[in-house]
């Protein structure tokens, strides 16, 4: 079945515990990418990568680190997590010219 | 400033109706153009993708059309049924997959 995973689905952590999110796809899709969705400010783009080797900022990536060392894997870090990053962060991949296929969603509070 | 809007941001019409949920995008230059659709606390699920030479693309009750020169895509659902009561997002690509901006949606209310 071709899916996103993301894992964990929910964390709840303390300010400034180095934490990673990880997201797998098994479409070998080029494109990746990593959003937040906050009530009321929708979804935003927080980095995506273009394949393996190949990331580049989105609009809001203050905070984060992301890596493609596989062309299925994307992990995002958060090297010092702040509760200005509660929210819920969703995993995307395509062929960057279909349709985007997105993860069920990682629910994180950073007290 | 690229920017994407759906209005209204929350409707709630009676089942059977035929309904359209609007969004406008602010630069005209988009390689494609998607609709989703999100059920409280879950992920995002695909609705219909419009490549930016289309004008509209169908999919069951569901018809997608995509209007570059005014900025504007509308998602028509006819029949409406309870089960399509979600959040509708619009989401704009304007770089192959790479710069992606998403309206911040419309709660779709069906009532029995």
């Given at each position: 079945?071709?899916?996103?995973?993301?894992?964990?689905?929910?964390l709840?952590?303390?300010?400034?515990?180095?934490?990673?999110?990880?997201?797998?796809?098994?479409?070998?899709?080029e494109?990746?990418?990593?959003?937040?969705?906050?009530?009321?400010?929708?979804?935003?783009?927080?980095?995506?990568?273009?394949?393996?080797?190949?990331?580049?900022?989105?609009?809001?990536?203050?905070?984060?680190?992301?890596?493609?060392?596989?062309?299925?894997?994307?992990?995002l870090?958060?090297?010092?997590?702040?509760?200005?990053?509660?929210?819920?962060?969703?995993?995307?991949?395509?062929?960057?010219?279909?349709?985007?296929?997105?993860?069920?969603?990682?629910?994180?509070?950073?007290? | 400033?690229?920017?994407v809007?759906?209005?209204?941001a929350?409707?709630?019409?009676?089942?059977?109706?035929?309904?359209?949920?609007?969004?406008?995008?602010?630069?005209?230059?988009?390689y494609?153009?998607?609709?989703?659709?999100?059920?409280?606390?879950?992920?995002?699920t695909?609705?219909?993708?419009?490549?930016?030479?289309?004008?509209?693309?169908?999919?069951?009750?569901?018809?997608?059309s995509?209007?570059?020169?005014?900025?504007r895509?509308?998602?028509?659902?006819?029949?409406?049924?309870?089960?399509?009561?979600?959040?509708?997002?619009?989401?704009?690509?304007?770089?192959?997959?790479?710069?992606?901006?998403?309206?911040?949606?419309?709660?779709?209310?069906?009532?029995?």
């Amino acid at each position: 079945e071709a899916q996103v995973t993301q894992n964990p689905r929910y964390l709840i952590t303390v300010t400034g515990k180095k934490l990673t999110v990880t997201c797998s796809q098994n479409m070998n899709h080029e494109y990746m990418s990593w959003y937040r969705q906050d009530p009321g400010l929708g979804l935003r783009q927080i980095y995506y990568s273009m394949n393996v080797e190949v990331t580049d900022k989105g609009d809001v990536p203050e905070g984060y680190k992301v890596s493609r060392k596989e062309k299925r894997n994307f992990p995002l870090i958060l090297e010092s997590p702040s509760p200005n990053q509660t929210s819920l962060y969703f995993c995307a991949s395509s062929t960057g010219v279909d349709t985007q296929y997105f993860g069920p969603g990682t629910r994180l509070t950073v007290l | 400033k690229q920017e994407v809007t759906q209005i209204p941001a929350a409707l709630s019409v009676p089942e059977g109706e035929n309904l359209v949920l609007n969004c406008s995008f602010t630069d005209s230059a988009i390689y494609n153009l998607q609709w989703f659709r999100q059920d409280p606390g879950k992920g995002l699920t695909s609705l219909l993708l419009i490549q930016s030479s289309q004008r509209e693309q169908t999919s069951g009750r569901l018809n997608a059309s995509l209007d570059k020169s005014s900025g504007r895509s509308t998602l028509y659902i006819a029949a409406s049924q309870p089960g399509d009561s979600a959040t509708y997002l619009c989401a704009v690509d304007y770089s192959s997959a790479s710069k992606i901006i998403f309206g911040s949606g419309t709660r779709l209310s069906i009532r029995p």
